[in-house]
Nanobody, 124 residues
Framework: QVQLKESGGGSVQAGGSLRLSCKIS????????MGWFRQVAGQGREGVAF????????NYADSVRGRFTISRDNAQSTVSLQMNNLKPGDTGMYYC?????????????????WGQGTQVTVSS
């Protein structure tokens, strides 16, 4: 069984940075890949970045590539999302998710376990 807990959200001005962390508890070794998703109230959930637990292979949504960096620390069972040059359009609730199967990348439907979310607000 896997549980996830996010931390690190907050409010920043445009151009600022935030670092989100996701702590994996339980059977972390069963995780195939980890993703970060975001959602604005009234809209669908958008995949932001994902990373394979084993080899660290990763990819990003076009909207964040070059500004966000996803990383993992398997010894600490954590996955982080470093967000630089934040824009007001990055505002939303950010969720980390674990995929125990074949890895769905930026597609939310394959992820099995979700955290409770952490709010990111970017003001202009």
């Amino acid at each position: 069984q896997v549980q996830l807990k996010e931390s690190g959200g907050g409010s920043v001005q445009a151009g600022g940075s935030l670092r989100l962390s996701c702590k994996i508890s339980g059977d972390a070794a069963s995780v195939r890949c980890m993703g970060w998703f975001r959602q604005v109230a009234g809209q669908g959930r958008e995949g932001v970045a994902f990373i394979y637990r084993d080899d660290g292979g990763r990819n990003y949504a076009d909207s964040v590539r070059g500004r966000f960096t996803i990383s993992r620390d398997n010894a600490q069972s954590t996955v982080s999302l470093q967000m630089n040059n934040l824009k007001p359009g990055d505002t939303g609730m950010y969720y980390c998710a674990a995929d125990l199967g074949r890895c769905s990348g930026l597609d939310q439907w394959g992820y099995n376990v979700w955290g409770q979310g952490t709010q990111v607000t970017v003001s202009s």
